[in-house]
């Protein structure tokens, strides 16, 4: 896409605005529902403080569906395959509804020993070795794989699913002025979204894009604990950035918006 659009694009999403009152969208109540399944980028548990949030909460403040924040903390795609939780989302799931998949910040070490739960063998195919859980045993598969049979277990029940890279890391390269590449689970991510036949947004360029644009010294801020979780103001900037990716890379959600930049109409 063309800098000088993101560029817009962004300073719109950033400064301000408007209301669907004048995007001329009705705010009447939808059947759809949004599920997000991840881990603690779209949902961490710290009610105590307040200090950490997730882009999960945010998006509902974007749109008129439902959203279902159904993210786990200190999860990956292997431990919430392993413990059912897709399972239970698909039952839950109805034709039309939307279901986004984004993993990939948790568990990205690979498998490791002793095992933890969390990590998969590398590669993208149907390659699996036999771990120890929890003095359990495992057949652990790569990530690709999981991700790939979540994805195909939701088309089964008729939802649209979207496949979301995972977002940035609070870190930067020497220069200080570009967020760091992204790890091997983009590229994953978007061949799973190709062999499903799924909608795909680059969930980490979008908010690379928003990172840079605003600048070291502010996003820094925006990761108080650590360099994974954000800040209230760096999780309303994540959502920003996932509905940025929807609007210019599938569409999906843009009849269902209620903010929006004021030039929709050039996407």
């Not at 239970?88 to 498998?111: T, W």
């Amino acid at each position: 896409m063309n800098s000088v659009l993101i560029v817009l694009i962004w300073t719109i999403l950033l400064v301000g605005t408007v209301s669907s009152a004048s995007l001329q969208i009705p705010l009447k109540s939808h059947s759809k529902t949004v599920y997000l399944c991840s881990d603690s980028t779209i949902e961490v548990k710290n009610s105590a403080n307040k200090v950490l949030s997730n882009w999960g909460d945010h998006l509902s403040s974007f749109i008129s569906l439902k959203v279902k924040n159904m993210g786990i903390p200190r999860s990956s795609v292997r431990s919430i395959f392993r413990d059912g939780t897709f399972n239970k989302i698909a039952n839950l799931v109805q034709p039309g509804d939307i279901v986004v998949l984004q993993f990939g910040n948790s568990g990205g070490g690979g498998l490791m020993s002793p095992d933890n739960g969390l990590g998969t063998v590398t590669g993208t195919g149907d390659n699996a070795v036999e771990s120890y859980f929890k003095n359990s045993r495992e057949i652990v598969h790569t990530h690709f794989w999981y991700l790939k049979n979540v994805a195909l277990l939701m088309k089964e029940k008729g939802a649209i699913v979207i496949i979301a890279t995972p977002t940035p890391l609070g870190s930067w390269d020497i220069s200080g002025r570009r967020i760091s590449r992204c790890s091997r689970f983009c590229i994953e991510s978007r061949q799973v979204a190709i062999e499903t036949s799924s909608l795909f947004v680059d969930h980490y360029y979008y908010t690379s894009m928003a990172y840079m644009f605003l600048g070291k010294n502010i996003v820094d801020k925006f990761f108080p604990l650590d360099q994974i979780h954000t800040s209230p103001e760096g999780a309303e900037i994540v959502a920003k950035a996932f509905v940025a990716g929807c609007i210019c890379s599938c569409n999906v959600i843009k009849k269902w918006l209620i903010k929006s930049p004021p030039h929709l109409e050039i996407l």
